[in-house]
C-alpha cells in the first residue's frame, strides 16, 4: 500500500497540482471573456460544457509538464535529482505514457464541446511539445512559447462561443506576455540570475495590470476588478521585488512560483471585469488550495 501511494505520489508531482488549477482558471477566463457568464450557468448543458473544458485544461497542462520532465530527464540528474524521474520512482516509459494519456484526455475533452476548441486544445498540445522538446533552449523564442500555450488555453476558454473570438481573442496575447515573462526568469532560478532581466519581467506584469485595467473600465467594472488585482499585485511584486534586490535561485524561485500562483487572481479579475458576482469569488477561491498543493508538490 505504501509502495502504491509513493508511486501515485510521484505521477502526481509530474503532474504539478498546483498548476493545474492555474490552467482551469484560465478557462473560467476565457468563457467570462466571451460573454458565456453574462447570464449565469443556467442549464445542464452550459454546465458540462464548461466542465468538459476544465478536464481538456488539465490533461494539456498537466500532458505538458509531464514532458517537461521526460525530455528534462538527464539534466535533472544533475541540477534536480529529487525528481521522480532520476530519483527513479517514475521511469521516462511510465512518464511518457501519463503525458500521453493526459494530452489524448485534454484534446478529446475539447472537442466534446466543439471543433473550434477541439482545433485549439490540438494546438496547445503540439505547442507544448515543441516547448519541451526545443523551445525551452532557445532564450528568445522559448518565452514566447510557453506564453503560446497560455493564450491558447485562454482562447479555448473563449471559443465556448466562437463568434467572441473576432472581437476578443487579441487578449490572448496578455498571458503570451505575462508567461513569457514569467519564463524569461525562471531560467536563472538554479543558478542565480540579472536584475536586468527581472525589472524587464517587472515591465511586462505591468504592461498586464494596464490592459486589465483598461478592460475592467471600458465595460464599467473598475471598482470590481480592484479587490481582485491587489492580490494579484501582492502575489507577485513582493517576491519579484525581492529578487530584484538579491537576485540568487531560492529567490527566483519564489518569484516564479508567485508569477504562477498569481495566474489565479489575474484571472479573477478577468471574470470580474466580464462576468457577474460571485464568479470572480469562485475563481479566487482556487487560491488556497493552490497554496496547498504548492506546499506539497513543485510549482516550477
Same mark, same amino acid.
Given at each position: #500500500? ?9 505521477? &502526481? !508531482?509530474? =503532474? !504539478?497540482?498546483? %498548476? ?7 478557462? =473560467? ?66 512518464? #511518457?505514457? $501519463? ?29 507544448? *511539445?515543441?516547448?519541451?522538446? @526545443?523551445?525551452?533552449? %532557445?532564450? *528568445? +523564442?522559448?518565452? *514566447?512559447? #510557453?506564453? +503560446? ?6 482562447? #479555448? ?12 481573442? @487579441? $487578449? ?26 527581472? @525589472? ?17 473600465? +471600458? ?25 530584484? !534586490? ?19 487572481? =489575474? %484571472?479573477?479579475? @478577468? ?12 475563481? *479566487?477561491?482556487?487560491?488556497? &488550495?493552490?497554496? $496547498?498543493?504548492? !506546499? ?5
Amino acid at each position: #500500500m505504501n509502495y502504491i501511494l509513493h508511486k501515485l505520489g510521484g505521477y &502526481l !508531482r509530474l =503532474m !504539478r497540482p498546483a %498548476n493545474i488549477l492555474t490552467a482551469i482558471t484560465d478557462i =473560467m477566463a476565457g468563457i467570462a471573456i466571451a460573454g458565456f457568464l453574462a447570464h449565469g450557468l443556467t442549464d445542464v448543458q452550459s454546465v458540462l460544457q464548461v466542465v468538459c473544458l476544465a478536464i481538456a485544461a488539465v490533461g494539456l497542462y498537466g500532458g505538458g509538464v509531464v514532458f517537461n520532465d521526460v525530455f528534462d530527464a538527464e539534466l535533472d540528474r544533475i541540477e534536480r535529482p529529487e525528481r521522480p524521474i532520476p530519483s527513479g520512482l517514475i521511469s521516462r516509459t511510465q512518464a #511518457m505514457v $501519463l503525458g500521453i494519456y493526459l494530452l489524448v484526455l485534454g484534446v478529446l475533452a475539447a472537442f466534446s464541446v466543439g471543433e473550434w476548441p477541439g482545433m485549439l486544445a490540438a494546438g496547445i498540445a503540439v505547442s507544448a *511539445l515543441v516547448y519541451d522538446k @526545443w523551445g525551452k533552449h %532557445n532564450a *528568445l +523564442l522559448g518565452p *514566447l512559447n #510557453m506564453g +503560446l500555450c497560455r493564450g491558447l488555453n485562454l482562447l #479555448m476558454g473563449m471559443s465556448i462561443l466562437p463568434q467572441a473570438l473576432p472581437a476578443y481573442g @487579441w $487578449l490572448a496575447l496578455v498571458p503570451v506576455l505575462y508567461i513569457a515573462a514569467i519564463t524569461m526568469i525562471s531560467r536563472d532560478e538554479v543558478h542565480g540570475g540579472k536584475k536586468r532581466t527581472l @525589472w524587464m519581467a517587472a515591465l511586462g506584469y505591468g504592461a498586464v495590470c494596464a490592459i486589465i485595467l483598461i478592460q475592467a473600465s +471600458l465595460h464599467h467594472k473598475l471598482l470590481a476588478v480592484i479587490p481582485y488585482m491587489l492580490v494579484f499585485l501582492y502575489l507577485i511584486l513582493r517576491p519579484l521585488l525581492k529578487a530584484i !534586490r538579491e537576485p540568487v535561485g531560492p529567490n527566483i524561485g519564489k518569484a516564479v512560483k508567485g508569477g504562477i500562483i498569481g495566474l489565479i487572481a =489575474m %484571472n479573477a479579475a @478577468w471574470v470580474a471585469a466580464f462576468a457577474m458576482f460571485p464568479y470572480p469569488l469562485i475563481v *479566487l477561491a482556487f487560491l488556497p &488550495l493552490s497554496f $496547498l498543493l504548492a !506546499r506539497a508538490f513543485a510549482v516550477t
